[in-house]
């Protein structure tokens, strides 16, 4: 009996905008408008901007670590677009600021987040998003699940969760694409390929040769993209998520992007890449070709830009006073969301937090009652 | 002899054991050429190469589960954990294999692994960065638990736990990485697994607790009335624990404060105490005090030294006891 082929698959790559902000008109049909492109424009540069006061925050001792999300802006604003506000859920890790902003998450929330404050986790009424995962890996089986129950309840609904090239390693994901393909769970699993996990290279970090590829193995539909071309974050995040709509079940998307910064202000890259790999990205960047696309079109001017950066400054320098004016939380925050009702022990180590008996009421029976030993 | 951090005192532990065994092979996520991300394992990778000193795929269960296929294939492996709060996935090969392989092939296989896992609070890191779960492990049998909390002990530690039979879990509290500078002898010199050391003699209380707490409670210490008088013990070895030398102190002086950054239920103060009353029943003046972290989740570092055993809430816990 002759060997036969019994299964074949290929990798197909979206690039619609491209370095030079040259646009593809057939592929760019039924995208964003030029209005939206603007829009996105100024959304990754307020949150370009963001970064640079999170920056100078932790650099002024008033910030923890923090990860920048500099280079990589395009794949938060286009899914962020794609994704229906207040209906779709965004299960994110920490590199999609812009699209929680853009899902009405307060700026200064996750600013509040990476200066140790967990009121920073909060979300408000009528967002949905799950906060920022540590863990990495952790969040995909979140979205899976959050999407199976939408799809029990009937629900017109979406989930997209997002994570880095480094998480496609952990057992987590496996089970998360396997579920969702399983389950045909209305998901979007976003990939940003932004070659690096801390130090470790893509090439060290995985065998294959894309990351798009880890999906064949599910059947789930899958497409590698440029990640620094909002048309293409967008088209794909918005295929995804038609499909999803109509019962057509999980995609994957490998996002090819780029960290531009280090992985957090605690890591200097420096130690273990090239500049020459950081300056070859450098003309990749999201803000400066869709800058150069705008301004083909009329769409911009230097009198424009000059504005926007003086708005976007103004916007951050804002939200850094709001979080830095909180008042520091008291230490019974840490035991008030615990349990929906604290339990009495806790409860009472609560009480006595500043004392050493922890957990024991002064009043306690047997400790300072207790009958004197012969 | 060399003056060296804790950081670098475990580093240069693990190039001379590196030298001396050509099984040692460390494996972990950014380990190599980024020295790992307390720079625990700088320059080891230059020095041994990229076959010994690896950096692995993002994957603590496959770190994990690999290390212990790499002792049993003959290796001696130190995986390393970047932070305890990411031990999560490890913990089905740590525990259901690493910890029983030797019961269930009746010695036939083993896994002579040290795992190396940053640990506590204290440093301002993000969520997940500051936890102390080193009771989880104590309550797994089948594996010894480290936790060295001096450049000195850090050695003798580490060295005995690579050259153990069995799995071993170091746990390097970070909160002291950098802290202070001793003196760590360039000669070969192990400190025995299962010694706790006594920091400072005394006759009035016993304080036990081991890692960072160690340098709070020199701190209450030195807040104390000088006619106090504290026989301090710094455990060292969680598992198996070194109730001789517990129980000959709180004999001696009918009262004891056990001091971690765990939280209080279930957490190695209970048992500590539980073995107390055991060994010390008829000697024991007061309760055994515990002073530790809450029964919350650890929470972000804003509220950090709200949650951990700080000098003051130690003090007023062995005033109290001395009160008693
Ligand atoms: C389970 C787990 N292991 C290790 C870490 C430490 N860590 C934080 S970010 C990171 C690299 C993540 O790489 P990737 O998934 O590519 O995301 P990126 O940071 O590049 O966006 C590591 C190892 C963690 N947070 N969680
Ligand atoms: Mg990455």
């Known amino acids: ?374 | 002899m060399p003056q060296l951090t804790l950081v670098q005192a475990i580093n240069s532990t693990l190039a001379h054991e590196m030298q001396r065994d050509d099984r040692v092979v460390l494996l972990g996520e950014d380990v190599g050429l980024n020295g790992g991300v307390f720079r625990v394992t700088e320059g080891l990778q230059a020095r041994f190469g990229k076959d010994r000193v690896v950096d692995t795929p993002l994957d603590e269960s496959g770190i994990m589960g690999s290390a212990i296929g790499l002792a049993i294939g003959g290796m001696r492996p130190i995986p390393e954990i970047q932070f305890e709060g990411f031990l999560g996935p490890a913990y089905d090969q740590l525990v259901n294999h690493a910890a029983r392989m030797r019961t269930r092939t009746r010695g036939a296989i083993t896994v002579p692994m040290t795992v190396r896992i940053p640990v506590g609070g204290g440093i301002h890191a993000p969520e997940l960065h500051s936890d102390s779960p080193e009771a989880i492990y104590a309550h797994s049998p089948g594996l010894k638990v480290v936790m060295p909390s001096t450049p000195y002990d850090a050695k003798g530690l580490l060295l005995a736990a690579i050259r153990d039979p069995d799995p071993v879990i170091y746990f390097e509290p970070k909160r002291v990485y950098r802290s202070f500078r001793e003196e760590v002898p360039d000669e070969d010199y192990t400190i025995e697994i299962g010694k706790a050391k006594v920091v400072s003699e005394g006759t009035d209380i016993t304080v036990v607790t081991w890692g960072a707490p160690v340098f709070q409670c020199l701190g209450a210490l030195d807040n104390l009335p000088e006619d106090v008088s504290v026989e301090l013990i710094d455990l060292r070895t969680i598992y198996p624990i070194d109730i001789e030398t517990i129980a000959q102190s709180v004999q001696k002086t009918g009262r004891c404060v056990v001091v971690h950054e765990a939280p209080k239920t279930a957490g190695m103060g209970a048992e500590i105490s539980s073995l107390i009353q055991e060994h010390c029943f008829l000697h024991l003046e007061a309760p055994v005090q515990r002073c530790t972290g809450f029964d919350t989740i650890m929470p972000y570092y804003k509220l950090e030294l709200d949650y951990l055993p700080e000098t003051p809430r130690i003090q007023k816990a062995i005033e109290e006891c001395l009160a008693y």
């Open chain 1, 1 to 374: 009996m002759p060997k036969k082929v019994v299964y074949e698959a290929s990798i197909e790559h979206l690039q619609i905008l491209d370095e030079d902000g040259k646009l593809d008109a057939k592929l760019a049909k039924d995208t964003i408008t030029d209005e939206q492109v603007v829009y996105l424009y100024e959304q990754m540069s307020i949150c370009r901007q963001f970064d640079e006061i999170a920056f100078k925050l932790q650099r002024s001792g008033r910030m923890g670590t923090y990860p920048q999300n500099k280079g990589q802006e395009a794949n938060a604003v286009g899914a962020g677009l794609a994704l229906q506000k207040g209906k779709d859920w965004l299960v994110p890790c920490y590199r999609e600021n812009a699209a929680l902003f853009m899902h009405g998450l307060p700026m200064h929330y996750i600013l509040l987040h990476w200066m140790g404050d967990e009121r920073g986790n909060q979300i408000p009424e009528g967002c949905l998003m799950t906060p920022i995962s540590i863990p990495i890996g952790t969040q995909m089986l979140h979205a899976t699940g959050i999407a199976w129950a939408a799809k029990l309840r009937a629900e017109d609904r979406v989930v997209a969760t997002f994570f880095g090239d480094g998480a496609t390693s952990e057992g987590d994901f496996h089970g998360a694409m396997n579920f969702a393909t399983v389950m045909q769970a209305p998901v979007i699993f976003y990939c940003q390929n932004n070659q690096w996990a801390i130090s470790v290279p893509r090439e060290i970090q995985m065998n294959s040769a894309t990351v798009a590829q880890k999906a064949l193995a599910y059947d789930m539909p899958t497409i590698q993209i440029d990640g620094n071309d909002i048309f293409a974050t967008f088209k794909a995040t918005r295929d995804a998520a038609k499909r999803a709509r109509e019962g057509g079940g999980p995609s994957f998307i490998e996002a090819v992007t780029y960290r531009l910064g280090d992985h957090t202000t605690a890591d200097d890259a420096r130690r273990y890449r090239d500049q020459a790999e950081v300056d070859a990205w450098l003309s990749k960047d999201p803000l400066i070709r869709t800058r150069k696309y705008m301004e083909g079109k009329g769409l911009w001017s230097d009198k424009r830009q000059t504005d926007l950066e003086e708005r976007a400054k103004r916007i951050v320098e804002e939200v850094a006073r709001t979080a830095l004016e909180i008042e520091d939380p008291t230490p019974a925050d840490f035991f008030d969301h615990m349990y929906a009702e604290l339990p009495a022990d806790l409860a009472r180590q609560r009480e006595t937090m500043r004392t050493s008996s922890l957990g024991l009421s002064p009043d306690q029976p047997g400790l300072k009652t207790q009958p004197q030993r012969a």
